[in-house]
């Protein structure tokens, strides 16, 4: 599992799947870090939030944490907390371990490997503050798995829930080259993905996606919802241009097969190094998304 988001996200439905929807999320553990990395602004204002919500949490689970680039973020956000990443991918949760040592917070942070589907796994204690971050769109079915994120709470404990948001956009409308409208076009192919992916889940269920109202459902009190703006206007640094580049390539190899083939030639064109028009050399490339986190409280 892995952190997720809209349907837009780089380790969702835009990922280098071809002619199937299965993910491996070990395979992409380079990327995961990538963006992780890159989004940490967002993350970490959508973090401090959650600190005048809940100031002082004893034990923090991030469930579907990857490789622990935002678990690692909460421990830092909550120096007195002990935080838990949540993963079904071994690898994932070995560099997550890695990357706590190496910041010098391995004494209060561990691991513990559990698929979302099956619950939180053998936690040691309730959580007081749960962090989902697009992972449960992964779980065939979301009510059930949100159940068990609610059952994995303390009285009064808070789930920080991130799903759905916008798109994210790296370029103008029209680019000069191709048809304008192209990234309007990829996010149409992209939900039909993202909807074949939902459908394949083992025991998959159709759910709206009205999170409060699932919050709800599963007996937390929605408390609150806030969206997140990610704004990198151009001229990009090199970090961020290497992730558009990772990102539109996922999106190129991913959704080939359902991409009009014009617009897959001008895909072509923006990820070619030697081409002048490509997101390597365009002084016009950006990074513009927003994230939403809803928070739903248990009963103390």
């Avoid at 890695?98 to 698929?115: C, H, M, N, V």
Wanted: with cysteine; aromatic share 6%.
């Amino acid at each position: 599992m892995s952190h997720t988001h809209d349907h837009d996200h780089i380790h969702g439905h835009d990922h280098g799947q071809h002619d199937h929807t299965h993910m491996d999320f070990a395979e992409m553990l380079p990327m995961l870090e990538q963006e992780a990395e890159l989004f940490t602004p967002l993350y970490a204002e959508a973090a401090a939030w959650l600190r005048e919500q809940r100031p002082d949490p004893e034990l923090i689970v991030d469930a579907g944490s990857g490789p622990g680039v935002i678990s690692c973020l909460l421990a830092n956000t909550f120096p007195e907390a002990r935080v838990v990443a949540v993963d079904g991918v071994e690898s994932l949760l070995e560099r997550a371990r890695a990357r706590a040592q190496g910041l010098g917070i391995g004494d209060r942070f561990s691991t513990l490997r559990a698929e979302l589907a099956d619950g939180l796994g053998d936690l040691e204690y309730p959580g007081d503050l749960l962090w989902a971050s697009r992972s449960l769109h992964h779980v065939g079915d979301q009510r059930a798995a949100l159940a068990g994120f609610a059952g994995g709470l303390a009285p009064g404990g808070i789930l920080a829930l991130l799903e759905g948001g916008l798109p994210t956009r790296f370029l103008p409308r029209d680019i000069g080259i191709g048809r304008p409208g192209l990234f309007s076009r990829i996010d149409a192919v992209q939900d039909e993905w993202f909807a074949r992916m939902r459908a394949d889940l083992p025991g998959a269920v159709a759910e709206t996606e009205d999170w409060p109202a699932l919050l709800t459902a599963v007996g937390l009190r929605h408390t609150a919802t806030r969206t997140f703006l990610f704004d990198l206007p151009a001229p990009l640094s090199e970090e961020a241009r290497a992730f558009v580049v990772t990102a539109l390539t996922h999106r190129r190899d991913g959704l080939a097969d359902g991409l009009d083939p014009d617009d897959l030639a001008t895909l072509d064109r923006l990820l070619d190094p030697d081409d002048k028009a490509s997101v390597y050399h365009r002084p016009d490339v950006f990074v513009l998304t927003a994230h939403t986190l809803h928070v739903g409280v248990k009963a103390g």
